[in-house]
Structures are given as structure tokens and as C-alpha cells.
């Protein structure tokens, strides 16, 4: 496959309406094809640039709150499992600042590990409590007791808003 | 202790750092040396409070606990350490040994915190991993200072008739040379963090180290016979003396860690949606 793909391609590839032989083919083609990873790449922070974009003219634009709504459901699909991805991005956020990125991602990941989970991202709702406590020990040892009650408050409350 | 925010502790070294330079050029020796003592002894003291501190943040683990502690003790002898140093004490009995035991044990002290911090952050299970330049650096810093050990005629004590105050400089030589390359250790978990405010404070932690190997080894270089020897003496006091500043630096960042998450308010989902283009997330 050569790289004849249009801007309304990877559109297309991103919002998943491409049909599924298509997206097979487009999918063996990104997996030998450096260039055309990078471009997904790019296409794929383009989407989420224009995205928080969107969130700062928010204050400035009237749009209806409907059409808000929709938005941000579109979106939050392609994050996959909105209430998971929300918890795990929110605790995300709390940790950086405090333990650097990379730091935050290995912890997560870890604590993913440690209640037997293969990623986050893939995490039971059965297994978000003990997550939340293998986490919270891990970022005891690195930032100490009082930010990683921090951790386990948060990851408590989001669990209990997501289930409210 | 809360409001006493690392931009606190710039001001304060800035101001230090001009007292003691101040009277040095209109050549007041006496005045700029009491200003640098007040200052380091500040400076130490506050890092004793911020390490004690830190310390109490490790209710249940009992091994960073004991960093923190060690760091502490650090902060504690050192300020015993450059009040010993005053020109005034010269004439007592003895005070080279207790300068030496002072300085040795300071180091002792700051190499026991380094090597139990990086242990426990090795022990995590996070993936640290130590390279092969990392070694390479490690080497150099033996290197610089095994030179030093060589051709230690040029150090303070070599001169004094006494046994115990030449071998224990040369101790402390050696403790430095192992605590340089810790902090070579804690640099590369440092590089492996990606930021953060504790990214921040181990930063100062190995400046504070590698600031103090530089001044050592620059300092026997440009030993006191060098024709270089009148200005080599203040530019090595203020960077001696901030060198003290840092260590306070580092302390001041990993206690405010706790104070600025709990500032954090919860984030937004439109941040979360960001987070799309974060690429340590899209690992995750």
C-alpha cells in the first residue's frame, strides 16, 4: 500500500467510520510505515489540540449547552471507557505535578500490575479499590503519607461519583 | 514553616550571598566572615527543619524515614562544622581533629541519606535503570578524586603534625567521591522521572553534592600557593556558602510538595481530554 491517503482519510481512520476492510488495510500499512504513523500521530494531536481548544473558547462563544454535551460524549467515546478514563486521567493529573510524568505513568501502571490487571486502561470495577491502595503505597515511598492520602481520597471519591 | 516557600529561601540566599560579598571587597575579612557563617548556619537550620519534617511524612516507611533523618543529622553537624572553622578557634587545642571528625561525619551522614533514598526508589519497582554512561560518571568522579588522594600535600591538613586530622581529610575525600557517585545514581532516576516537584528537589539534593566535588577539587587545583589564590578565595566562600543554600533548597521543594497538591483542585474533564496529547498517557 502506497501513502495516498487525504486529510479526509485519516479523518475518517480517526473517527472510526471507515469500513473494517479498509481499516485492516490501513492498519498493516501503519505498522510497517513509519511516516504514516507519525502523520497519525500528529492527526491525533491536532484532534486533541483543537479539542481543548474548544474547551477555552467555550467561555467566549455562545453555543448551546446541548450541543456542548455532545461534544464532549463524542470525545470522551474515543477515550474509551468514559468513567474509567476519567478517574485514571484525574489521578493522573493529581501525580505529575508531584512525581513527574513518567513517574506517574510507571506507578499507574504498576498498580495496574500488582491487582493482576494487564494496563489501566483495562482495569475491572471490581479491582478499582485495591488499584487505588497499591497506588497509594506506591506514591507513599516516592512523595510521602500526606500526598499519597491524596491519592487514595481521590480515587475513592471518583469511584463513588462514577457509581452516584 | 508552611508560608517559608522556596522563593523565600532564593531571596535569602541572594541576600546572604551579598552580605558576605560586600564587606569581602572592601576588605573587611572579619565582618564577611561572621556574615558567612550566619548565613550557613541559617540555611542549615532551616533544611534541619525542613528534613525533620519530610521525615515525619514517612509514618510508614521506616526506610526514607531514616533518609530524611540521616539528611537531618547532615544539616545538624554541618552547622557544628563551620562554626568550628572560624579563624577565631584556630588558636585552641586540637580544633583541626574536631573540624575533620565534624566534616567526615556531615559527609558520612549526607552519603548514608543518598544511598537509603536511592535503595528505596530502586525498591519501588518502577523501572529505574541505571546506563552505561551512568558508569562512566561514576568512573570520573573516582577519578578526580583518587587525583586528589595522589597528590594530597595540596589539602588544608597536610600540613598539620597531627595523624588523625590528614587521615581523616582523606577519609572524607573518599566518602565525598562515594557520595558524587550516588548522586549519579539519584541523577538518572531523576532524568527517568519526567519533572515534578520531587524531580525538583533531588535535582537540588545532586547539585548540592556535585557543587561541593567541583569546590574540592577546583579548590586543590587552585590550592592556596596558586598566584590565582586572592580571588579563588571569595568566588570559593559565596559558592561555598551557596552550596549550603541549595541543600536548604532541596529540603524547602520536597516539603512543599505536599502543601501544592492540596492546593491542586480537581481537574476538569476538558484537562483529561487534553491528556490525549500527553505522550507518557498514551503509554499508560
Redesign the interface.
Known amino acids: 500500500m502506497k501513502h495516498r491517503m487525504t486529510e479526509e482519510d485519516w479523518f475518517a481512520y480517526l473517527d472510526d467510520s471507515t469500513s473494517a476492510p479498509e481499516r485492516l488495510r490501513i492498519e498493516k500499512h501503519l505498522h510497517s510505515c513509519l511516516s504514516c504513523r507519525e502523520t497519525l500521530e500528529l492527526m491525533?494531536?491536532v484532534?486533541?489540540?483543537l479539542?481543548?481548544a474548544a474547551?477555552g473558547l467555550r467561555s467566549r462563544v455562545t453555543v448551546s449547552s446541548a450541543a456542548i454535551a455532545e461534544a464532549?460524549e463524542k470525545?470522551?467515546a474515543?477515550?474509551g471507557d468514559h468513567s474509567l478514563?476519567?478517574r485514571?486521567?484525574?489521578l493522573?493529573?493529581?501525580l505529575?505535578?508531584?512525581?513527574?510524568?513518567?513517574?506517574?505513568?510507571?506507578?499507574?501502571?504498576?498498580a495496574a500490575q500488582r491487582v493482576s490487571a494487564a494496563?489501566?486502561?483495562l482495569l475491572e470495577e471490581r479491582l478499582w479499590p485495591s488499584f487505588v491502595e497499591h497506588l497509594h503505597s506506591?506514591v507513599?515511598?516516592?512523595?510521602?503519607?500526606?500526598?499519597a492520602r491524596?491519592v487514595l481520597e481521590?480515587g475513592m471519591r471518583l469511584q463513588q461519583e462514577a457509581a452516584a | 514553616m508552611n508560608r517559608l516557600t522556596p522563593r523565600w529561601l532564593y531571596c535569602a540566599m541572594a541576600a546572604s550571598l551579598a552580605a558576605v560579598a560586600l564587606p569581602a571587597l572592601l576588605s573587611q575579612p572579619r565582618a564577611a566572615e561572621w556574615l558567612s557563617l550566619a548565613g550557613k548556619e541559617l540555611a542549615y537550620g532551616l533544611a534541619t527543619a525542613f528534613c525533620l519534617r519530610i521525615a515525619a511524612e514517612y509514618r510508614r516507611q521506616p526506610v526514607l524515614r531514616s533518609a530524611w533523618f540521616l539528611l537531618a543529622s547532615k544539616a545538624i553537624v554541618s552547622m557544628l562544622r563551620h562554626a568550628l572553622e572560624m579563624s577565631s578557634l584556630e588558636p585552641l587545642p586540637h580544633i583541626h581533629v574536631y573540624r575533620q571528625i565534624s566534616i567526615t561525619l556531615a559527609l558520612l551522614f549526607l552519603l548514608g541519606g543518598m544511598v537509603t533514598m536511592a535503595h528505596a526508589f530502586l525498591r519501588t519497582g518502577l523501572g529505574f535503570r541505571i546506563q552505561r554512561v551512568d558508569l562512566f560518571a561514576v568512573a570520573l568522579v573516582f577519578a578526580l578524586v583518587s587525583v586528589i588522594l595522589t597528590f594530597h600535600d595540596h589539602l588544608s591538613e597536610a600540613r598539620v603534625p597531627l595523624l588523625a586530622p590528614r587521615t581523616l581529610q582523606l577519609f572524607s575525600q573518599v566518602v565525598l567521591a562515594i557520595a558524587g557517585a550516588f548522586s549519579v545514581i539519584l541523577h538518572r532516576i531523576i532524568l527517568e522521572m519526567g519533572g515534578g516537584k520531587l524531580a525538583i528537589a533531588m535535582r537540588f539534593l545532586v547539585a548540592h553534592i556535585v557543587g561541593r566535588v567541583v569546590l574540592v577539587v577546583t579548590g586543590h587545583i587552585l590550592w592556596p600557593n596558586s598566584p590565582l589564590h586572592p580571588h579563588w578565595d571569595l568566588v570559593s566562600r559565596l559558592a561555598f556558602d551557596a552550596t549550603t543554600w541549595i541543600f536548604a533548597l532541596a529540603a524547602c521543594y520536597r516539603a512543599s510538595m505536599f502543601t501544592a497538591a492540596l492546593r491542586q483542585a480537581p481537574p476538569k474533564p476538558e484537562e483529561i481530554l487534553a491528556l490525549s496529547l500527553d505522550k507518557q498517557w498514551s503509554r499508560i
Do not use: F, H, K, N
Open positions: 491525533r494531536a484532534d486533541g489540540a479539542l481543548s474547551a464532549r470525545a470522551l474515543r477515550l478514563s476519567l485514571l486521567g484525574s493522573y493529573l493529581l505529575a505535578p508531584m512525581c513527574g510524568v513518567e513517574t506517574s505513568s510507571r506507578a499507574m501502571r504498576a494496563s489501566p486502561r506506591i507513599a515511598t516516592l512523595c510521602g503519607e500526606p500526598s491524596l481521590r
